[in-house]
């Protein structure tokens, strides 16, 4: 047999015994740490007695002793019962126990309870509830945090004295709460007045996977977006994802019985506000005319040139200004015809009851070129829409930067009572764009058609936009951009449609502005095609300048 095996082999008996001695003598050190102990502690007995009861105690063992000797089997019970308690103590000591897990909640509260003390400690108050020494535990009444270990739920009592009622006071404190919470998202304060508590709710986020499509809602009916819950009345089936779910609409009722006939959405740059013109235009479109008035003329709304129902869409100042003179003389026919046929007792004519809708993206735009050319300001001209335009069927959806709000006239802002606002804004914006405080602080980072709406004077809710691309954007998702290319009417579509019954005929547009271009003849060869021709060859229908 070589040698390495050998000697591997000898290793191997010597572990083996090693295993097995150890296994063997375990019993006797556990016994042998056991004596140990005990004498460590007889020993410190010993010496721990005073020198005067050292006597006694020697005789009351020697005692104890002789007793256990005259005992039958005294001595044998005796070791035993020393094996026995010294095995006892002897055995391997328990693992310490491992410290306690910090408690994130009591960590995360005690922190935001320090972040308050500053603003609702009162320097007179003897007896503060909010103090440098004090506990979260006797102001915050209770809390409840999610999976992630995230504050989703707060409810906290503040001093009588805290100036509640003045908005800077509470978005100091909606601030610290924010910050303390996570910014990543948004919360719901609800200050009670009366019994000086505050309760805070983290929202969830809405979701955002939700494409523009045929919405459930009756003519005149306008789904802004979806919210939370208890922020609507009803739910709709809704195209979600590839499902159809059941989702709380914004629902905009327009029309001769609406208390709010005109729509003002402002917007962070970038977060849809033209995206939302063109959801409305889509969803207007099956019921009513357009003229569309994009007054940053980059183009956004040129998938709506040449669209049945599409009058015009103007890009240019002198294109604008001639489509909102036809628009208000529009308006002024119409009210003539409304009343002419209300004193003869007879239906009105048809072409004065079909709604006309005048869609207008950064009208502000215009009326600065407007005043540096000398010209009309374009809101002006929006004067009879708005004022009138309930009576005459006109309805004017005005988005802007929220940067632009102080350009927008008084007129528009006072007769625009349904509101949207879009992207995250402080409470004094919020409060300026939809006419009422915000009860809700928007998270840091929204997404693109995130913001609230305030239908007359009903409270803010949350909103969604329906993504609703620029179809001709090449850099939109296909399946985005393929969703708004499905509603958008085909020349051929209105001559087909099913249900024209509802759908009265389009006015005749005024010989003051009869288009330019006019719209081309339907091509009986195209009937029945599937694919819509997105009418980009097509130039821009111009109204003629009014003389
Ligand atoms: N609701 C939405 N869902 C998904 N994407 C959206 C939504 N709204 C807008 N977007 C996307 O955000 C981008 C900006 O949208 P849009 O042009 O409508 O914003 P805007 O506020 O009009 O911008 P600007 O003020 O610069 O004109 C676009 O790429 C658009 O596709």
Redesign the pocket.
Known sequence: MPLNLRLSKGRELARTAGDHASDMFAPLTVIGRGLRHHSAWAKARWQATPKERRGPTIFLVAAMGLGIYLLPHGLLFALVALMASAAWVGRAPKAAPAAPEPDVADIKLTALYAALTPYLAGPEDLNPLYRHEGSYKDVFRSWEFDGEGRLSRLELAYPAYFTDTEPAARARIEQVVQGKAGRAREYRFDWDEESNKLRIAALAPLP?DIAVQRFVAAPGEIVLGFTDEDGSARTIPVGQGGAVTQQPPVVWRTGPRSAEPHLLAL?A???????LIRSIALQALPFADLVVIDG?G?G?HACLVNRPGVHTVETSLHGALAALEWAAQETERRLTALNASRHAGIAPPEDVTRPLWLLLD?PTELSELAHAEGRPDPQDLLELPLRHGRAARVTVVIAD?VEARDRITPTVRATTRARVL?GPTGPAEGHAALGAPLDIVPAAQA???RGYARIGNSAPVRL???????PL?EE?PAVLRDAVIALLPHRDTRTEAAAPTEVPPRPAVPPAVIPVVPIPPVDPSAEGRSGVDLGKEHPALRFRPLA
């Open positions: 955002t917007g740059a970038g977060y849809g506000t033209s995206s940053a980059t956004e950064h930067d879009l997404p693109a058609g969604q936009v329906p993504a609703t691309v620029d954007d939109a």
